[in-house]
Structures are given as C-alpha cells and as structure tokens.
C-alpha cells in the first residue's frame, strides 16, 4: 500500500509512513471560500445605498458581475463568485461565496472590497 501512495503522491509517504500534506489547497466548500464583512456606516439610507450602487457598478465594470437590488439586499453574481450587500441602518455586510477559482485569489478580493467600503463610507 506504501508503494502505491508513493507512485501517485510521492510527497505523502516518507519512509513508507503516510504524512499529511500541508499544502494541500482548500476545497471550495472550506472557510476559505466566503469572504464575509461588516462595515459600520453613519449615512442615511439613500446616501448609503448610493454608495453601494456605486460599490456595484465598481464590481460589474471590473469583474463582469451581474447586480440588482431586492429591497435592501444588493446581489450579485458571475462564474464562480455569488454574494450580497446587506444594508443596514448603521452597517452594511458583504458576503460571499467564493468558487474553487476565485477561491485562490480571496485575499486579494477581500482586500479591495475592504479598502472600497474604507473608502466609500
């Protein structure tokens, strides 16, 4: 069984004993595949939802997301990424389901909605 695991994963058997492999990338269903923020906010309601149509045409022009509104929860979707604005009275919240792909890339992505909702509220 050792020499079986050592032909197809190498890197897994070390002195014919089975070892964990540490890099092993995340599946999509892990943690690492949602990205999920709350950005407190001190704008009234319109303000605060024009900020986010502005957040939403960001992400449409640079990812090719599709975004509409349903009552006060934006979503939006494309290949491999589908999530939500909430907004609420003094915060909106961002979450997101990241697919395998995306997956890889979530700290970036993580980053630039951080630093658009710093920016925008």
Known sequence: MGIGLAIIWPSL??????RHNEATPATPAS???HIDIRHAHALTKPKARKVVEE???????????QCGWDGDVLN???AGVDGHIALGPKDVQVNAKLGFMAAMFKDSIESEIRRMLDEKF
């Open 13 to 18: 058997v070390v002195d014919g004993i089975a």
């Open 55 to 65: 957040v939403a045409a960001k992400l449409a022009e640079r990812f090719q997301m």
């Open 31 to 33: 943690p690492m595949s």
């Open 76 to 78: 939006f979707s494309r």
